[in-house]
């Protein structure tokens, strides 16, 4: 039976990499298809990007309106208009405190910039100190002058566009609030619009997406915001601890890394280890090491807790959706294209479900539906979807293992039959071989007794 498990598992196996390298590659040409008709919109990429950030904004607001409304606390639109007020104003002052903030710094970064420089060199000088041997002689120094002079020249040319990105900003800022708001207050109706243009029989289709949408997105923000938090009080501490400057900029640059899906966690790193190299290295020894083990913790522990129970992907999958959405659509595909593609992966595998449904007899299938329903009343349905098809598949799989054992007995006894045939062919042979001996050990006897008698008749 070993040799008919290996075969079970690996057919198994081998469906399962099929599937894996189908979802693959129908995520990888419906992207590639989205990447072409971003570019024949052309002008209307900004547009879209202004649409799908309003949508985000009313998409991460309606909860907060849901509980307002549902806690009959106020009614609806005076819910709506509280909670975007109150947005705004945390907004502005969010924005207020972040501004002020890096200028102080940068003010105080430009004044210090001397000192600063100098004390950069002199670590960089100790590290070439440090790591040089024989003909290996990295120059550090030079490397971040260069850095610098590339550096001052990217600031002084976008200094330059400073108005202008201003001006774009704030316009876009304006356009987004008014369309999440405009989305928020008619979602209803919209929705309700949307629902008629749609066949009704694919109603359980938009029904699925709706969910899948919130859910993937929800707990995709919901991470990414666990983690950024978790980083930003981690590296507030360090910061305190070790008594660095420019303290505001440091936490704000790591908690942002942190928000970068996959390739956040060791860039989120930086800031806080180079900053405590640079200006405390006494406490390097002490920081490195404890940012490392959460950082650890962090991504091989909490983050894909966080992204299962949020989007139900290998993360494999996870990193696929990273880079062909950075690919797509630059940073907003990097940050968005792994929830797009959960999205994706939960209507693929209810399409491989609903086959293997099909696939069975109407009957077969009514009674495991019906079984699944009334184990899991709360279920999707593509969750009963799913339950069904493994439970159907591992039916068949019980099926198909039965009629191979009742193959190979049936097969092993024909076999033993055939072997006790030969067996009594072979004993009938030895027994007419022992005939045979026994009547020429006759012939020998009366062949010697014969001799025996005309012995004696010629001595007389």
């Given at each position: 039976m070993t040799g008919?498990?290996?075969?079970?598992?690996?057919?198994?196996?081998?469906?399962?990499?099929?599937?894996?390298?189908?979802?693959?590659?129908?995520?990888?040409?419906?992207?590639?298809?989205?990447?072409?008709?971003?570019?024949?919109?052309?002008?209307?990429?900004?547009?879209?990007?202004?649409?799908?950030?309003?949508?985000?904004?009313?998409?991460?607001?309606?909860?907060?309106?849901?509980?307002?409304?549902?806690?009959?606390?106020?009614?609806?639109?005076?819910?709506?208009?509280?909670?975007?007020?109150?947005?705004?104003?945390?907004?502005?002052?969010?924005?207020?405190?972040?501004?002020?903030?890096?200028?102080?710094?940068?003010?105080?970064?430009?004044?210090?910039?001397?000192?600063?420089r100098e004390r950069i060199e002199n670590t960089l000088r100790g590290w070439e100190g440090a790591i040089s041997f024989g003909r290996f002689a990295p120059d550090f120094v030079g490397l971040y002058r260069d850095v610098e002079a590339t550096g001052a020249r990217l600031a002084v040319s976008a200094l330059g566009d400073v108005p202008a990105v201003t001006f774009a900003v704030l316009g876009g800022l304006v356009l987004v609030t008014i369309l999440s708001l405009y989305m928020l207050a008619d979602s209803a109706r919209i929705l309700a619009k949307l629902n008629r243009v749609v066949p009704t029989r694919y109603a359980d289709h938009v029904e699925i997406l709706e969910r899948t949408v919130a859910k993937a997105f929800g707990g995709f923000l919901r991470a990414q915001v666990i983690l950024a938090a978790v980083q930003t009080a981690l590296t507030i501490v360090v910061v305190v601890v070790a008594g660095l400057p420019y303290a505001f900029l440091i936490v704000a640059a790591s908690a942002l890394a942190m928000l970068i899906p996959f390739f956040g966690p060791p860039l989120a790193l930086v800031p806080p280890i180079v900053a405590t190299a640079i200006f405390t290295p006494q406490w390097l020894l002490v920081v490195a090491p404890l940012l490392l083990v959460v950082q650890t913790v962090l991504v091989n522990y909490l983050q894909p807790r966080l992204m299962r129970e949020a989007l139900g992907m290998h993360p494999l999958l996870v990193l696929i959706g990273l880079l062909v959405g950075a690919q797509v659509a630059g940073l907003w595909g990097a940050l968005f294209g792994i929830p797009i593609l959960a999205v994706l992966n939960v209507f693929f595998n209810y399409a491989v479900n609903l086959r293997t449904i099909e696939e069975t007899p109407a009957v077969e299938v009514e009674e495991v539906l019906d079984e699944v329903r009334r184990e899991s009343p709360d279920a999707t349905p593509e969750e009963v979807v799913a339950i069904a098809a493994d439970r159907l598949e591992e039916e068949h799989v019980e099926e198909a293992a039965a009629e191979v054992a009742k193959a190979a007995a049936d097969g092993t006894t024909q076999d033993l039959r055939e072997a006790a045939g030969d067996l009594r062919a072979a004993a009938g042979e030895q027994r007419a071989a022992a005939s045979e001996i026994g009547s020429s050990a006759s012939d020998l006897r009366g062949a010697a007794d014969r001799l025996g008698k005309h012995r004696p008749d010629e001595d007389t």
């Open positions: 008919i498990d290996d075969e079970l598992t690996r057919g198994k196996r081998e469906r399962w990499w099929r599937s894996a390298f189908l979802i693959v590659a129908t995520v990888y040409v419906s992207l590639l298809l989205i990447a072409l008709l971003v570019r024949v919109l052309g002008g209307f990429t900004q547009i879209l990007l202004i649409v799908f950030i309003a949508w985000l904004l009313a998409f991460v607001l309606a909860p907060l309106v849901g509980l307002i409304v549902d806690r009959r606390w106020m009614p609806r639109g005076v819910a709506i208009g509280v909670v975007y007020a109150a947005t705004l104003l945390g907004s502005g002052f969010l924005l207020f405190y972040a501004v002020s903030s890096v200028g102080a710094s940068m003010g105080e970064m430009a004044a210090d910039f001397p000192s600063t």
